[in-house]
């Protein structure tokens, strides 16, 4: 299931967001892909976020397969991220690894909430206020509060 994810997101997103203009779209795009795929494939996704749940802290070998499977997607997505940062779209003071992992857990997190709560929520809801988050908080514009934690630096 976790290759199968993953090939289908690493197909789907390289596809279809080259056809993409800028950085900022290239990312709605992927929202929009998210959305499709696991609308097209819910008893897949529903399994998928069920084995992150349940496999990821007891389950070395499962875990190192899962973080194979999403460095690929994270790399993907930073690569995205880097491109809005040289065409001054997204702020540089964000490290893009950081933020590509923070938008994936980000969507396994809106999966497991749409998941609970599909009876009452749409799942293009949710990604919506996603994008209102996304586009309004990481595109260029004042740092916010945290700017130290947004570099990656350690605060152990």
Not at 60 to 69: G, N, P
Request: hydrophobic share 40%; glycine share 8%; aromatic share 8%.
């Amino acid at each position: 299931v976790v290759e199968e994810v993953k090939n289908e997101w690493n197909r789907m997103i390289t596809r279809e967001i080259r056809e993409e203009g800028n950085a900022l779209k290239k990312l709605n795009k992927m929202l929009d892909v998210f959305v499709r795929l696991t609308l097209q494939n819910k008893e897949k996704y529903v399994i998928f976020i069920v084995l992150i749940a349940e496999f990821t802290e007891g389950e070395d070998r499962f875990e190192s397969v899962l973080k194979e499977a999403f460095d690929e997607i994270y790399d993907h997505i930073a690569g995205v991220i880097e491109e809005g940062k040289t065409s001054q779209q997204i702020r540089t003071d964000i490290d893009s690894r950081l933020l590509a992992i923070t938008l994936v857990g980000t969507w396994q997190g809106i999966l497991l909430q749409w998941l609970l709560n599909r009876e009452r929520v749409r799942l293009e809801d949710l990604v919506n206020v996603l994008r209102c988050f996304l586009f309004g908080r990481v595109s260029t514009g004042t740092a916010g509060n945290g700017s130290s934690y947004i570099r990656g630096e350690s605060h152990e």
